[in-house]
């Protein structure tokens, strides 16, 4: 992407969005929602380019300030992160990169001009992080527990995966097309294209415009990250069978399991992440709606048991850190504990929902044992009639996935996806 002309307008707008993630926003919302004014693609580069690299530009940003970062107003922050990103991974020059900056903290009305010039000039573009912190772009707690839990090798290689942008996988809506014709109508376009899990599941060899891959109208694929999809592979979907997706916004798992399963009820909790299924339902040829309810309760529950539960639980989404790198700047440790009681009582709950033979899938986009196998072994701990089975779906093909005591883990890659766990669950007979 051409770097050059960088304008102090640009500076100023991409500083106002990063401080909204800086005090804790998504940072998705903030490039999508943010008031009328277009985030250029290259300020969507800027601000995913300073959050993946946060911490080591932190670090140099802390040796040559004379005021400690946490002091700063957030905008002058967000100012010098912007601008020490671009003066290391841009090629624009370097005296327009200072002097626009400086220029944009005058149009943010901040008297930091000074601090900001006296700052960026002493960039070393050469610098080496000196802290581990530095090194791997993670926060000290995710590298202990990371290192705890897998090991220093694969510690190194997450870290380096999740520097890495995460691929544009799809899947083959075979409602409306089978996964052939889907992959011979990319051929003939000349997209160039891999086939992960068979034989609905492709990652695209070059990320491009969605709108620009074949069918897009049609409704012939979704995307959705090839490794999120193994979830609902794991559930065993038969015709006519009850199925519950418990934690279902935005929809993407709902989509995928309404491919197979007519009789579906998908709720969540949080009324406002709805609105998207509605559209992608529409171009996928599907009818369905998400009920907002609370599923570590039952007053939505008519009493008829499922066949199937999906619970794609809410958790600290650590394994899409590739994808949405500001994750690593908003998880702190003490959410756990927190985040591990909502997923005990969604199981909990649900799992007197499920009828005898019927199959529950737990599974997350985190890393950390405290959401994953450490939920399960006391959820077994605590339940006579659960039977652990094998996942034999898509996993075993991937080179990054880990067989665990009750599940799989699979590692964030930039040739598979995000990470994932993934627990099957058999309610025997009591
Ligand atoms: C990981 S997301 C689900 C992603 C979704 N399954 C998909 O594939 O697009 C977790 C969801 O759980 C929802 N949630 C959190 N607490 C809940 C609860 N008590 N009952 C139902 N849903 C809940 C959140 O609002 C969030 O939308």
Partial sequence: MAQRHVRSDEIALAARLLTRVLRGDNLEVVIHRHGGQAATPRITAWLYGSCRHFFSLSEQLTRLCHIPLAKLDYDVLA?????????????????????????????????????????????DTAYEPETTVGQLELPDWFIAEFRATYGESLLQQLAASMMTRAPLSLRVNQTKIDPMSFQGALWEQGIAFVELYRPSTIRL???????????????????????????????????????????AAPGNKTLQLLERAANLTALDADASRGAWLKTESQRLGMQISIETADATTRSWWDGEPFDRILIDAPCSATGTIARHPDVKMHRAQDQLPLLANLQERLLNNLWELLSENGLLVYCTCSLLRQENEYVISEFIAQHRDVQVEAISEGAPGNPLSQKMAHGVQLFPDPNWGDGFYVSKLRKLAA
């Avoid at 841009?90 to 903290?105: G, L, M, N, P, Y």
């Avoid at 620009?212 to 090839?226: C, K, N, R, T």
């Fill in 79 to 123: 100012v010098l992160l912007l601008g020490a990103y671009q003066l290391i991974h841009s090629d624009a020059k370097r005296h327009a990169i200072v002097s626009e900056s400086v220029a944009a903290t005058t149009i943010l009305r901040k008297s930091a001009a000074g601090l900001v010039n006296a700052v960026l000039r002493k960039i």
């Fill in 205 to 247: 060899c070059k990320p491009r415009p969605i709108a620009s891959i074949p069918g897009y109208a049609e409704g012939w694929f979704a995307v959705q990250d090839a490794n999120a999809q193994l979830a609902v592979h794991a559930l065993q979907v038969e015709p006519g069978m009850h199925v519950l997706d418990a934690c």
